[in-house]
């Protein structure tokens, strides 16, 4: 079974602070994703990777940035934390370049920014 | 520019009865759609896909959905509902045209099956 394990799931974090989500695959996935859900609104991409050391910026970048340096890990990262950040974020990932590939997704880490 | 939507915010049904839950979707070539549950507090599950072939497409948990091009609808379905259905369901596409770009989601239904 594919496993995407997101490390931290439950975090609390002051105004200001610089904040690390860490996802980690063990598939050897090429195609990672950070996803923010809210209700209402449904899943919104942040950002995504095709490959080691490549990031692009999904629909809603602003405030995150992503690293990725080693093919199995995903990190977001929240450069100044808001509480307008405050959110469910899930981690994803897939196979290779056909677009039929299923996308599995981690347990969700919930963020509260105080 | 490819977009997915779900028309119910909500879905109750009795437990026993079939439910559905609805997904429209637009694309400019071919879609592949997806059908994704998620439990409380819990990541997304992968529930099913249509990528080609036979329009009924079954999956998980005795779910099924079918594809119906002319509607530009991919509905899932089930037979007779239990409690432990109840979740949220989001349905996702991706068009055949924009190649391995990521799933674009609905905001997702939440079912309800009643005891």
């Known amino acids: 079974d594919v496993k995407v394990t997101q490390s931290s799931r439950y975090l609390v974090k002051r105004t200001g602070e610089k904040v690390f989500l860490e996802c980690v695959q063990d598939m050897d996935h090429e195609n990672m994703f950070w996803y923010r859900q809210d209700p209402g609104l449904g899943l919104r991409l942040i950002y995504f990777s095709y490959d080691v050391k490549m990031k692009e910026k999904g629909d809603i970048p602003e405030g995150y940035s992503v690293s990725r340096e080693k093919k199995e890990r995903f990190s977001l990262i929240l450069e100044s934390a808001s509480t307008n950040q405050t959110s469910m974020y899930l981690c994803a990932s897939s196979v290779g370049q056909t677009p039929g590939n299923t996308i599995y997704f981690g347990e969700g880490s919930w963020l509260t920014v105080v | 520019a490819q977009s997915v939507a779900q028309p119910e915010d909500q879905v109750k049904v009795a437990e026993g009865n079939p439910l559905t839950v609805k997904c429209t979707y637009s694309v400019s070539g071919n879609p592949y759609l997806f059908w994704y549950v998620q439990y409380p507090n819990r990541g997304l599950q992968f529930l099913l896909k249509?990528?080609?072939?036979?329009?009924l497409v079954k999956g998980s948990y005795g779910f099924e959905a079918e594809f119906n091009k002319s509607q530009t609808s991919f509905h899932l379905k089930k037979p007779s509902a239990l409690v432990s259905d109840s979740a949220l369901y989001f349905c996702?596409?991706?068009?055949?045209?924009?190649?391995?770009?990521?799933?674009?989601f609905g905001k997702g239904t939440r079912l309800s099956v009643i005891a």
């Open positions: 249509y990528i080609t072939g036979d329009n």
């Open positions: 996702a596409v991706r068009d055949f045209l924009s190649g391995n770009t990521p799933l674009v």
